[in-house]
């Protein structure tokens, strides 16, 4: 069929033909409260493995190394990987890992359980400790903070 000659037909913009655009997602801020957990996870394991070491390098080196091979070296193992465990589960926390949300309500659970073996006091703060931590890492907030990387980036794409 022979096309009419002349110029070409001018289409007009009608913004009700066209399809509305999701809007893009944006980055999930870190909440507030999980930053300062975190770095109370960090601050309290990195200072406990400092407060073993540090007295290593002084003067009082022969009985600060005493003092840390009277705990025998399995409890000494156990106290700083404990310790190591709390830093590793504040940076997984401070990268929006799941799991290291999951390690410091397992740490916490295990002190609370340590607690028991000592004061009353001691083990009602450990509990009102282990409480709030809760709270903050799985509030509904904080859920959606640690959604997988992987369901991020399809997220992404789908708004795309």
Do not use: C
Request: cysteine-free; hydrophobic content about 50%; overall charge positive.
């Amino acid at each position: 069929m022979p096309q009419p000659e002349g110029p070409p037909a001018v289409r007009t913009y009608d913004p009700s033909t066209v399809p509305p655009q999701r809007p893009v997602p944006q980055p999930t801020r870190r909440p507030r409260a999980i930053v300062a957990a975190a770095w109370v996870f960090i601050v309290v394991g990195a200072g406990g493995i400092l407060k073993d070491l540090l007295p290593l390098l002084g003067s009082g080196a022969a009985s600060a190394r005493e003092g840390l091979l009277a705990e025998g070296l399995v409890g000494l193992a156990l106290i700083w990987t404990v310790r190591l465990l709390a830093v590793i589960g504040g940076a997984l926390v401070l990268n929006r890992s799941n799991s290291g949300r999951w390690l410091l309500a397992v740490w916490m659970a295990f002190h609370v359980g340590l607690s028991l073996f000592h004061s009353a006091l001691q083990a009602a703060l450990h509990v009102a400790i282990f409480s709030a931590l809760a709270y903050v890492l799985f509030r509904h907030q904080a859920s959606s903070y640690f959604v997988p990387s992987r369901a991020r980036r399809a997220q992404a794409k789908v708004a795309q």
